[in-house]
């Protein structure tokens, strides 16, 4: 595990945000590859369905990670947790989730769903340590290449 990261500021992204969040998107092959527009739309409140977006950065410096979250209450999906590669395994993802389930639970969200490529078994294990646990798998379900989404899911309390 890398050292513990300094003082990490969980906030609402914002759009001066976006080319950070994008340069971070773009060097991690497992993060999702949206267009700009993705992004944007989900900083709007006004979207359907809306979504909430938190930025994460060490002693107010810039962004290295985010998450995205899509609201359907009383469900959620998890839509992306990111951290820029120098920064992972130092707790930034934790406290990400802690503060987008803490966002989730005032928006009446009660269960958190996702997808993972069955390949990504780090990612696997960091959601299972946040209490989510496999509830099925998406055959073919990602290209490029092509392989299994695995479903899982956890209650918001």
């Known amino acids: 595990m890398n050292e513990p990261a300094a003082e990490i500021q969980i906030r609402r992204m914002a759009a001066a945000d976006l080319a950070r969040v994008m340069e971070i998107a773009a060097s991690l092959?497992?993060?999702?590859?949206?267009p700009q527009s993705d992004y944007e739309r989900a900083l709007?409140?006004?979207w359907t369905?809306?979504?909430?977006?938190?930025?994460a950065a060490e002693q107010e410096s810039c962004v290295q990670g985010f998450t995205v979250a899509r609201l359907v209450p009383p469900q959620a999906e998890l839509e992306t947790i990111t951290v820029a590669a120098g920064c992972q395994r130092r707790g930034m993802g934790r406290r990400l989730f802690h503060a987008l389930a803490g966002e989730l639970r005032s928006a009446g969200v009660r269960e958190l769903l996702l997808e993972v490529r069955a390949s990504n078994r780090a990612a696997q294990e960091f959601y299972r340590a946040?209490?989510?646990v496999e509830t099925g798998r998406r055959t073919g379900y990602y290209a490029d290449p092509v392989e299994d989404a695995v479903l899982m899911g956890r209650k918001i309390r």
């Not at 092959?29 to 949206?34: K, L, T």
């Open 29 to 34: 092959p497992d993060a999702p590859h949206w």
């Open 49 to 55: 369905p809306r979504r909430i977006a938190l930025a």
């Open 130 to 132: 946040l209490g989510f």
């Open 44 to 46: 709007n409140p006004e």
